[in-house]
């Protein structure tokens, strides 16, 4: 089987960094208080002038999240391929080590959701919906889209043998990130910024993915 592409140690700290820097950026640089019901917004010339360009559209908004439902099956398609590993082979450590970081991968994804979501809340949604105030940074779609689509092309090189077929299921995956991240950012449920930490905290999240795969990958030879 083809091994996950290789992340060095380097890549990981730029990535993490990038990803720390965007956060502080986005909650201190250009706030004011121009967000929904006057809370206080990062970039805010920027962001308000996008939204104002674009403003809210329910047709994006439904795209995306039909693209979305994409890629939580995607998920959960190699969530029950680990636990049928795991219940085949009765060991944790006889799955295959690629599948179990990925498992690893979700986890710390759906931690990182938890604590922007609830904790670290660094600005709201430009609209109130059927929830009232709503944390939007960073955009949850565009992270698991990242996470999942580009970690699903990994699984793909592993698994697919026909290449015909590999190279039809990874397009496949990068029209659905294409299109959650370009519908996301013109629905007008999230600001610019969101959508741009998105994809550099989904990307930084690939890195430790990659570069915890290929140091397993090593410890086995």
Known sequence: MKQIPKETMKTVIIMTVLAI???????????????VQGTNL???TINTQFFARFGQNDTFYKI???????????????????LKQLIDRKSLSKVDRNLSILIMLY???????????????????????????????????????WVVMVSAIDQWNIYIR?????????????????????TRMLAGVHWLTDIIG??????????????????KAESKK
């Open 21 to 35: 820097a965007a956060t502080i950026l986005v909650a201190t640089v250009d706030v004011q208080p121009v967000g």
């Open 42 to 44: 990062g970039f805010a």
């Open 64 to 82: 995306s999240s039909a693209a979305g439902i994409v890629c939580f099956v995607t998920a959960a398609g190699f969530g029950l391929f680990f």
């Open 107 to 145: 986890i710390l994804t759906a931690a990182l959701y938890l604590l922007f979501d609830k904790v670290l809340i660094i600005n709201y949604r430009p609209i109130l919906r059927d929830k009232g105030l709503e944390s939007s940074y960073p955009s949850t779609h565009t992270v698991i889209a």
């Open 162 to 182: 026909n290449e015909k077929l590999k190279t039809a299921a990874t397009a496949c995956s990068l029209i659905v990130l294409f299109i959650v991240i370009v």
């Open 198 to 215: 998105g994809m550099i905290i989904g990307d930084m999240l690939i890195a430790w993915y990659r570069y915890a795969a290929s140091r």
